[in-house]
T-cell receptor, first 114, second 117 residues
Framework: KAGVTQTPRYLIKTRGQQVTLSCSPI?????VSWYQQTPGQGLQFLFE???????NKGNFPGRFSGRQFSNSRSEMNVSTLELGDSALYLC?????????????FGPGTRLTVL | AQSVAQPEDQVNVAEGNPLTVKCTYS??????LFWYVQYPNRGLQFLLK??????LVKGSYGFEAEFNKSQTSFHLKKPSALVSDSALYFC???????????????FGKGTMLLVSP
């Protein structure tokens, strides 16, 4: 089975721009979660989508948004980029049916904001 | 609210020696506990999880973890460390109880493991 894929792997943007990141889950998985990883804050949960609906949301400003398509692929968007948005953005997929599910992570997208 | 603590930012061990990476947690209900490893410029790789049953859980690459309910701990262990085990290790917890039915995964800050030759 193919793993979780994320595109692009690297991005460089300037302040004020917007960016869209993409995540394709493992085949058959219906849940996609997004995380922001920075050296100072560690791994922080952004949101989780299940069957095209946002099921859980972390404590991030409204500039961070996401969506999920009918094939379970997910995108996250960050508008009006700030320097502090520079981070590794990770997505993870799981079946989403049980709290005992294992999340499987993609390689991440490294976003640099200049 | 659920939380995870990894008290050590870094653990140093010599190759061939046993290693332990510590993790404690706090949840309302029963804990579902996970360990992940991250190599440089990579995503997180799943190592093992505890759901219920035997307190000693065996996982990938010779790692195991011991669940201790009274101490609310889930320490990661390996009998003989390898240089290639050097990486960032994350403990995570999910609470069995959540009002809306499906709780999120909460991660610790991570512990850097450095294995010297």
């Amino acid at each position: 089975k193919a793993g979780v894929t994320q595109t692009p792997r690297y991005l460089i943007k300037t302040r004020g721009q917007q960016v869209t990141l993409s995540c394709s889950p493992i085949s058959g998985h219906r849940s996609v979660s997004w995380y922001q990883q920075t050296p100072g804050q560690g791994l922080q949960f952004l949101f989780e989508y299940f069957s095209e609906t946002q099921r859980n949301k972390g404590n991030f400003p409204g500039r961070f948004s996401g969506r999920q398509f009918s094939n379970s692929r997910s995108e996250m968007n960050v508008s009006t980029l700030e320097l502090g948005d520079s981070a590794l953005y990770l997505c993870a997929s799981s079946s989403g049916q049980l709290s005992t599910d294992t999340q499987y992570f993609g390689p991440g997208t490294r976003l640099t904001v200049l | 609210a659920q939380s995870v603590a990894q008290p050590e930012d870094q653990v140093n061990v010599a190759e061939g020696n046993p290693l332990t990476v510590k993790c404690t947690y706090s949840v309302s209900g029963n804990p579902y506990l996970f360990w992940y490893v991250q190599y440089p410029n990579r995503g997180l790789q799943f190592l093992l999880k505890y759901i219920t049953g035997d307190n000693l859980v065996k996982g990938s690459y010779g790692f195991e973890a011991e669940f201790n309910k009274s101490q609310t701990s889930f320490h990661l262990k390996k009998p003989s460390a390898l240089v290639s085990d050097s990486a960032l290790y994350f403990c995570a917890v999910r609470d069995s109880v959540k009002n809306s039915g499906y709780s999120t995964l909460t991660f610790g800050k991570g512990t850097m493991l450095l294995v010297s030759p």
